[in-house]
């Protein structure tokens, strides 16, 4: 079949999320093509360039989101009158919400019909733009422009608009005009057509949020059905990433990812999780739980099989955390464990493993290395190695520890301190490697841990040090753990299980989809996808079997003609 994948800032590019369980995915289905429609977020992601592609990558099509040079459309009269309709119906959804982005399953938030009724008021707006974009050629600049401040400020000042956005001044309402101008644009994109999207068996949308918008409207115009996946909702994304934001901005546009997502929701055939974390989210954005598959994301085993079949540590006395280091990952709960540990076992080390994560985790990782001087003043001298001082500070790729394997292999425990995590990916590298972990209870930890390691509340260093200790204290129950981590990540965490997952969903959708006008053979008979299955098939096919003969003359094909499997040539394209 024919898949049509909708990524935001990740794959193809070199940079970005979603990026490497998107290219496992494509390579692990190798038996199926893959168009690929990325959006980007930066230049800098732009010019870092693409990923080498699979040979199953038939087409690539990009457009930025952090620029659009303005379409040359001119709205006449009518079309001004149809946008103004059609954008202030969209925003006076966003300000008569419950405020602060309320969503369904929340104390305090809208009633059930009082849902269903906004839902329908944001999709009747979001696809009236669509269509008026198709029609007059883009609504990027119009989206830019001064006449959308103004209905913006309209809808804020109407009655019934919630407190935060009656509160909304001139720099706010330019702020979210310019977010929502960025968010919208797949609207003015080309890709809708029965040469794009209109083509493909499944659009996939890789995430959440804008990623979503052009699987939506290619279901509008074209029918075709969706898939959605999430490793993380965007809505949780946006209060984690936007605390400080003004209460007007933050609401707006909290109400905006929450209509935007329980509209995709509610149009896709299926919605994936990645964790049941990410899925309680889901639901309270309005996910039909009978939609809903949670699909662990897929690690690859290989690098740690070594590591994870000779479990032997290379010290019994010694703590690893390894991971990026930013403030979320509080590594300074760590080192006031670590301190605890030291008074009841001296003999104890701790390696501190990663580099940091921009400019905050710079500060942040000499703040670390500050306090770690202070909790151990009789042996911070000289510099921090494993040698001198009982805490370390280094990063993958060095002499001592070459890969992230070598990492956990270092030490007799993994220990993980974060106050927000969503899957925690560097927790199923230590399991499979074999080695017990210590954790605090945050995302997904308890549902990938799953009995086979300790979970402590966070920001409570003494249960993190009582932990560590028992551990480190009881070698045997420390091999029972690890063997047991080991066994059930490799069960549930792998890259196989999560491309097989998927590889079984696209085909219950793609069996559930009504064949499309257009797909017809040249009998008129329903041709169920878009590529016949014998143009995979890397042989020459022989006409000794009539039945053979007749299989291989398919529309555009003489009869008696030979059938060769193909090679493409991906194609790069603009917007």
Same mark, same amino acid.
């Given at each position: 079949?024919?898949?049509?994948?909708?990524?935001?800032? @990740?794959?193809?590019?070199?940079?970005?999320?979603? !990026?490497?369980?998107?290219?496992?995915?494509?390579?692990? /289905?190798?038996?199926?093509?893959?168009?690929?429609?990325?959006?980007?977020?930066?230049?800098?992601?732009?010019?870092?360039?693409?990923?080498?592609?699979?040979?199953?990558?038939?087409?690539?099509?990009?457009?930025?989101?952090?620029?659009?040079?303005?379409?040359?459309?001119?709205?006449?009269?009518?079309?001004?009158?149809?946008?103004?309709?059609?954008?202030?119906?969209?925003?006076?959804?966003?300000?008569?919400?419950? $405020?602060?982005?309320?969503?369904?399953?929340?104390? $305090?938030?809208?009633?059930?019909?009082?849902? =269903?009724?906004?839902?329908?008021?944001?999709?009747?707006?979001?696809?009236?733009?669509?269509?008026?974009?198709?029609?007059?050629?883009?609504?990027? @600049?119009?989206?830019?422009?001064?006449?959308?401040?103004? =209905?913006?400020? !309209?809808?804020?000042?109407?009655?019934?608009?919630?407190?935060?956005?009656?509160?909304?001044?001139?720099?706010?309402?330019?702020?979210?005009?310019?977010?929502?101008?960025?968010?919208?644009?797949? /609207?003015?994109?080309?890709?809708?057509?029965?040469?794009?999207?209109?083509?493909?068996?499944?659009?996939?949308?890789?995430?959440?949020? =804008?990623?979503?918008?052009?699987?939506?409207?290619?279901?509008?115009?074209? $029918?075709?059905?969706?898939?959605?996946?999430?490793?993380?909702?965007?809505?949780?994304?946006?209060?984690?990433?936007?605390?400080?934001?003004?209460?007007?901005?933050?609401?707006?546009?909290?109400?905006?990812?929450?209509?935007?997502?329980?509209?995709?929701? @509610?149009?896709?055939?299926?919605?994936?999780?990645?964790?049941?974390?990410?899925?309680?989210?889901?639901?309270?954005?309005?996910?039909?739980?009978?939609?809903?598959?949670?699909?662990?994301?897929?690690?690859?085993? !290989?690098?740690?099989?070594?590591?994870?079949?000779?479990?032997?540590?290379?010290?019994?006395?010694?703590?690893?955390?390894?991971?990026?280091?930013?403030?979320?990952?509080?590594?300074?709960?760590?080192?006031?464990?670590?301190?605890?540990?030291?008074?009841?076992?001296?003999? =104890?080390?701790?390696?501190?493993?990663?580099?940091?994560?921009?400019?905050?985790?710079?500060?942040?990782?000499?703040?670390?290395?500050?306090?770690?001087?202070?909790?151990?003043?009789?042996?911070?001298?000289?510099?921090?190695?494993?040698?001198?001082?009982?805490?370390?500070?280094?990063?993958?790729?060095?002499?001592?520890?070459?890969?992230?394997?070598?990492?956990?292999?270092?030490?007799?425990?993994?220990?993980?301190?974060?106050?927000?995590? @969503?899957?925690?990916? $560097?927790?199923?590298?230590?399991?499979?490697?074999?080695?017990?972990?210590?954790?605090?209870?945050?995302?997904?930890?308890?549902?990938?841990?799953?009995?086979?390691?300790?979970?402590?509340?966070?920001?409570?260093?003494?249960?993190?040090?009582?932990?560590?200790?028992?551990? /480190?204290?009881?070698?045997?129950?420390?091999?029972?753990?690890?063997?047991?981590?080991?066994?059930?990540?490799?069960?549930?965490?792998?890259?196989?299980?999560?491309?097989?997952?998927?590889?079984?969903?696209?085909?219950?959708?793609?069996?559930?989809?009504?064949?499309?006008?257009?797909?017809?053979?040249?009998?008129?008979?329903?041709?169920?996808?878009?590529?016949?299955?014998?143009?995979?098939?890397?042989?020459?096919?022989?006409?000794?079997?009539?039945?053979?003969?007749?299989?291989?003359?398919?529309?555009?094909?003489?009869?008696?003609?030979?059938?060769?499997?193909?090679?493409?040539?991906?194609?790069?394209?603009?917007?």
């Amino acid at each position: 079949m024919r898949i049509g994948l909708l990524t935001e800032g @990740g794959y193809p590019y070199v940079s970005g999320d979603a !990026r490497l369980w998107c290219d496992r995915l494509v390579r692990g /289905l190798a038996q199926h093509e893959f168009d690929v429609y990325a959006l980007s977020r930066s230049e800098r992601q732009e010019d870092d360039g693409w990923v080498p592609l699979s040979p199953n990558v038939r087409r690539v099509r990009t457009a930025p989101l952090w620029m659009a040079e303005d379409d040359e459309a001119v709205l006449g009269r009518r079309a001004r009158r149809r946008f103004t309709e059609c954008f202030g119906e969209l925003a006076a959804v966003l300000c008569e919400g419950p $405020g602060a982005g309320g969503v369904a399953g929340v104390a $305090g938030g809208p009633s059930e019909g009082a849902l =269903t009724s906004e839902a329908d008021r944001f999709a009747n707006a979001l696809y009236g733009l669509a269509e008026l974009a198709r029609e007059e050629g883009g609504l990027a @600049g119009t989206l830019r422009s001064e006449a959308t401040v103004r =209905t913006l400020e !309209r809808a804020c000042r109407a009655p019934g608009a919630h407190r935060a956005a009656r509160e909304a001044r001139v720099p706010d309402l330019l702020a979210v005009a310019a977010h929502l101008a960025r968010a919208l644009r797949p /609207l003015s994109l080309d890709w809708y057509e029965e040469d794009g999207l209109g083509a493909v068996d499944l659009c996939h949308a890789s995430s959440g949020g =804008t990623a979503v918008l052009p699987g939506l409207l290619a279901r509008h115009f074209t $029918g075709v059905p969706l898939m959605v996946t999430e490793y993380g909702v965007s809505l949780r994304a946006h209060y984690l990433t936007a605390p400080d934001a003004p209460p007007a901005v933050r609401s707006l546009l909290a109400a905006f990812q929450g209509r935007l997502a329980a509209e995709a929701y @509610g149009r896709a055939e299926v919605v994936t999780a990645g964790n049941t974390h990410t899925r309680r989210w889901q639901e309270r954005c309005g996910a039909d739980r009978h939609k809903l598959r949670t699909v662990h994301p897929g690690m690859e085993a !290989r690098p740690f099989a070594e590591v994870g079949e000779t479990p032997d540590c290379a010290d019994p006395d010694t703590l690893v955390w390894v991971g990026r280091v930013e403030p979320a990952k509080d590594l300074v709960s760590l080192l006031h464990a670590f301190a605890e540990v030291r008074k009841q076992e001296p003999g =104890t080390r701790l390696r501190i493993v990663g580099a940091p994560a921009g400019p905050e985790g710079v500060a942040y990782l000499g703040h670390c290395r500050t306090l770690a001087a202070q909790l151990f003043p009789d042996e911070a001298e000289g510099p921090h190695t494993a040698g001198d001082n009982p805490v370390s500070f280094e990063e993958i790729g060095g002499p001592e520890i070459p890969s992230v394997a070598d990492a956990h292999a270092s030490g007799a425990v993994t220990v993980l301190s974060s106050v927000v995590e @969503g899957f925690p990916g $560097g927790l199923v590298e230590a399991m499979l490697c074999g080695r017990a972990t210590v954790s605090t209870d945050v995302g997904a930890v308890v549902e990938v841990i799953g009995g086979t390691g300790l979970v402590v509340p966070p920001r409570n260093p003494r249960a993190l040090a009582d932990a560590c200790v028992a551990l /480190l204290r009881d070698p045997q129950r420390r091999a029972r753990l690890g063997a047991a981590a080991r066994a059930r990540a490799l069960e549930l965490f792998t890259v196989e299980q999560n491309i097989e997952a998927f590889h079984r969903l696209y085909l219950e959708i793609v069996s559930r989809a009504p064949v499309r006008p257009g797909l017809l053979d040249g009998a008129g008979a329903p041709l169920p996808f878009a590529v016949p299955a014998e143009a995979h098939v890397p042989v020459r096919w022989s006409a000794a079997s009539p039945r053979l003969a007749a299989a291989r003359s398919g529309p555009g094909r003489a009869a008696g003609g030979p059938v060769r499997a193909t090679t493409p040539v991906p194609a790069r394209e603009g917007a």
